[in-house]
């Protein structure tokens, strides 16, 4: 079974519009932090946000913000007044506290096409 | 304050020769994971490593590649007698900390190895 699913292979966005990109996860462990990464036409991986599994509140940095629902286990990313920029591939990822291996566990990924 | 630094950028080999790719960690940071990324692909863990030691292997393949992080220096994914098959895009990451769910990993540029 699929540890991250993200069920948008694609999405088409119009600028300054709100996006939102879902992401589901599996995990049994109690502890868990959940991460979003862009990742550019250039390649590189860019951290965006983090979510603790007992943060209290949904983590925000900027226009990015985490709409995270722990019963439903779904962390997707809202991204605020979308910009051309913003163009790029989308990872949610998952580390567990342990019983697993160390890295993160990615998602396959949702590409953004922010158009004018 | 440089991030994660990886060379070369990109790698071309023939089969049946050795790959080197080198990965030094931004500056307080002492834990290291290599990913690797197919094409249309999220990342998959490979191994993760601290100063002279393999914490977690369980990602790499068994035969054909090592990975090392030596006292000093950077970290080396180092894969033997290519194949077509390993074309992929190679990730490093660092964070000050392997332990907690909460660290974040922060991504070099990556190196692209294509085998001929």
């Known amino acids: 079974a699929q540890k991250i699913t993200q069920t948008q292979p694609g999405m088409f966005v119009q600028e300054k519009e709100a996006v939102t990109l879902d992401c589901t996860y599996d995990?049994?462990?109690?502890?868990?932090?959940l991460f979003w990464y862009k990742q550019p036409s250039s390649g590189e991986m860019i951290f965006l946000i983090y979510?603790?599994?007992?943060?209290?509140q949904n983590a925000t940095e900027g226009r990015y913000s985490l709409n995270f629902q722990k019963a439903r286990k779904s962390a997707n990313l809202v991204i605020s007044a979308s910009q051309l920029g913003d163009s790029a591939m989308y990872f949610c990822?998952?580390?567990?506290?342990?019983?697993?291996?160390?890295?993160?566990?990615f998602g396959k990924g949702t590409h953004l096409i922010i158009q004018p | 304050n440089a991030g994660v630094m990886q060379n070369p950028r990109h790698l071309v080999r023939r089969r049946g020769q050795e790959a080197r790719l080198r990965c030094s960690p931004m500056?307080?940071?002492?834990?290291v994971y290599w990913y690797r990324q197919l094409p249309e692909e999220g990342l998959k863990f490979m191994v993760y490593?601290?100063?002279?030691?393999?914490?977690?292997e369980s990602g790499m393949p068994k035969e054909r590649f090592s990975a090392e992080f030596p006292k000093e220096g950077p970290s080396i994914l180092r894969i033997q007698q290519v194949v077509r098959g390993d074309s992929a895009a190679y990730f490093c990451?660092?964070?000050?900390?392997?332990?907690?769910?909460?660290?974040?990993?922060?991504f070099g540029p990556g190196t692209r190895l294509t085998v001929l």
């Open positions: 990451a660092s964070s000050p900390s392997g332990t907690m769910f909460t660290d974040t990993q922060y």
């Open positions: 995990t049994s462990d109690p502890s868990y932090g």
């Open positions: 979510q603790g599994s007992y943060d209290q």
């Open positions: 990822a998952m580390r567990e506290s342990g019983g697993g291996a160390d890295g993160l566990t």
């Open positions: 500056k307080g940071h002492s834990h």
């Open positions: 490593l601290q100063k002279e030691n393999i914490i977690d």
